[in-house]
């Protein structure tokens, strides 16, 4: 199995519980004597969706399909996962709580939103990595404030913090599973920002078991904007699993079309993952997509990166290097302006440490290249 045949299979896997032409294709499929379940352990790893394959293809009594050694591994990481999760559950009550009582509400977003809000049949199945909530740009402050107060601090211990737009930098308090992210915005891009921020998905949050979270529509949105610009999606043209899955999921409870449709200029964008994830999950119908002349040319370069890797490589490195002068032309410009970033850049420029991480950082590059004559 080459990478596009492991990721389409991966990804119809995701959906076997829910859809039964799915399920009938797997099923044939995985019966094969030849089956190259290494592949699908790799792909699915690196998309960080094991734990939901596992949880899906138990679902249908597929497991027995599996190689033994290869289903205790997934169970022992779904597992780990389920009692992970269980923590953060317990660690987002306790947040929800002491935010409530100083009389401000945080909108619990990402997976942790997706996971309070029932989303996910087995807890296991979502692998998550911060809690993250919003708060209006009013509240933001007071919510710092309050979460340094109980005892939370910086994970990255520097006298110097790059000054963050979006949101707070990370802090984490001893003894609590996960670290928390405190947003005042959704997205980097001003142009935007301006049209999915806190205001717009403030008016149709819902309340779940005390929590407060994005509605259906808007966790479909928030999970393609993760990807697609917050990471770059839609220029790398690349699909994250993770975020598809829960978008496969949500559009069980949502009309998708018609949510990535009630947005302006984040519309395109969102229709093309959404007509990427209609492919790769093999075209249900609860991902249907308004069909446009960009969402054709979109899955056509989607599925010619598969074909040419080394081609597809270079066209990701020659993307990676546009944003990184990107990013340091926005510093050096913010520098001119802000005072603050002035500081920041200073200091930055001025850490040994830094400049010491970097080194290490080079050498193992160089290292591992070496090691497999790349």
Same mark, same amino acid.
């Given at each position: 199995?080459?990478?596009?045949?492991?990721?389409?299979?991966?990804?119809?896997?995701?959906?076997?519980?829910?859809?039964?032409?799915?399920?009938?294709?797997?099923?044939?499929?995985?019966?094969?004597?030849?089956?190259?379940?290494?592949?699908?352990?790799?792909?699915?790893?690196?998309?960080?969706?094991?734990?939901?394959?596992?949880?899906?293809?138990?679902?249908?009594?597929?497991?027995?399909?599996? *190689?033994?050694?290869?289903?205790?591994?997934?169970?022992?990481?779904?597992?780990?996962?389920?009692?992970?999760?269980?923590?953060?559950?317990?660690?987002?009550?306790?947040?929800?709580?002491?935010?409530?009582?100083?009389?401000?509400?945080?909108?619990?977003?990402?997976?942790? =939103?997706?996971?309070?809000? =029932?989303?996910?049949?087995?807890? =296991?199945?979502?692998?998550? =990595?911060?809690?993250?909530?919003? !708060?209006?740009?009013?509240? @933001? *402050?007071?919510?710092?404030?309050?979460?340094?107060?109980?005892?939370?601090?910086?994970?990255?211990?520097?006298?110097?913090?790059? *000054?963050?737009?979006?949101?707070?930098?990370?802090?984490?308090?001893?003894?609590?599973?996960?670290?928390?992210?405190?947003?005042?915005?959704?997205?980097?891009?001003?142009? @935007?920002?301006?049209?999915?921020?806190?205001?717009?998905?403030?008016?149709?949050?819902?309340?779940?078991?005390?929590?407060?979270?994005?509605?259906?529509?808007?966790?479909?949105?928030?999970?393609?904007?993760?990807?697609?610009?917050?990471?770059?999606?839609?220029?790398?043209?690349?699909?994250?699993?993770?975020?598809?899955?829960?978008?496969?999921?949500?559009?069980?409870?949502?009309?998708?079309?018609?949510?990535?449709?009630?947005?302006?200029?984040?519309?395109? *964008?969102?229709?093309?993952?959404?007509?990427?994830?209609?492919?790769?999950? &093999?075209?249900?119908?609860?991902?249907? @997509?308004?069909?446009?002349?960009?969402?054709?040319?979109?899955?056509?370069? !989607?599925?010619?990166?598969?074909?040419?890797?080394?081609?597809?490589?270079?066209?990701?490195?020659?993307?990676?290097?546009?944003?990184?002068?990107?990013?340091?032309?926005?510093?050096?410009?913010?520098?001119?302006?802000?005072?603050?970033?002035?500081?920041?850049?200073?200091?930055?420029?001025?850490?040994?440490?830094?400049?010491?991480?970097?080194?290490?950082?080079? &050498?193992?590059?160089?290292?591992?290249?070496?090691?497999?004559?790349?």
């Amino acid at each position: 199995m080459n990478y596009k045949e492991t990721l389409y299979f991966v990804a119809k896997c995701l959906t076997v519980s829910l859809e039964h032409r799915n399920k009938e294709a797997i099923e044939k499929q995985i019966q094969s004597d030849n089956f190259d379940w290494d592949s699908v352990v790799k792909v699915s790893t690196s998309h960080y969706v094991l734990s939901a394959l596992y949880c899906n293809l138990k679902r249908v009594d597929f497991l027995s399909y599996l *190689p033994n050694s290869l289903v205790s591994y997934m169970k022992y990481i779904t597992d780990l996962n389920r009692d992970r999760n269980k923590q953060i559950i317990i660690q987002a009550k306790e947040l929800n709580t002491i935010l409530l009582k100083n009389k401000i509400r945080p909108i619990f977003i990402k997976g942790t =939103g997706n996971l309070l809000a =029932g989303l996910y049949e087995d807890i =296991g199945e979502r692998m998550i =990595g911060d809690i993250d909530f919003i !708060f209006s740009c009013e509240d @933001y *402050p007071k919510a710092i404030t309050i979460l340094r107060d109980f005892k939370y601090s910086d994970v990255h211990k520097t006298n110097y913090h790059f *000054p963050r737009e979006k949101h707070h930098r990370r802090i984490h308090k001893k003894n609590n599973i996960a670290s928390i992210e405190i947003h005042k915005e959704l997205l980097d891009e001003i142009k @935007y920002s301006q049209e999915f921020n806190f205001n717009y998905i403030k008016k149709d949050s819902q309340i779940i078991k005390q929590f407060c979270v994005l509605s259906y529509a808007n966790k479909l949105n928030l999970s393609i904007i993760s990807n697609q610009i917050n990471d770059d999606g839609f220029y790398y043209k690349k699909i994250a699993l993770r975020n598809a899955y829960d978008v496969f999921l949500l559009s069980k409870k949502t009309d998708a079309k018609k949510a990535v449709n009630t947005l302006d200029k984040l519309t395109i *964008p969102l229709n093309c993952f959404l007509s990427a994830c209609y492919e790769i999950f &093999n075209k249900v119908d609860c991902l249907e @997509y308004n069909k446009t002349d960009m969402t054709v040319s979109y899955l056509s370069n !989607f599925n010619k990166q598969f074909s040419n890797i080394k081609k597809t490589r270079k066209r990701h490195k020659l993307i990676k290097t546009y944003f990184f002068l990107k990013s340091r032309l926005f510093v050096i410009y913010k520098s001119l302006i802000y005072k603050e970033y002035r500081l920041w850049l200073f200091k930055r420029l001025t850490d040994r440490n830094w400049y010491k991480e970097k080194m290490n950082q080079l &050498n193992l590059k160089k290292d591992s290249r070496e090691k497999f004559n790349l």
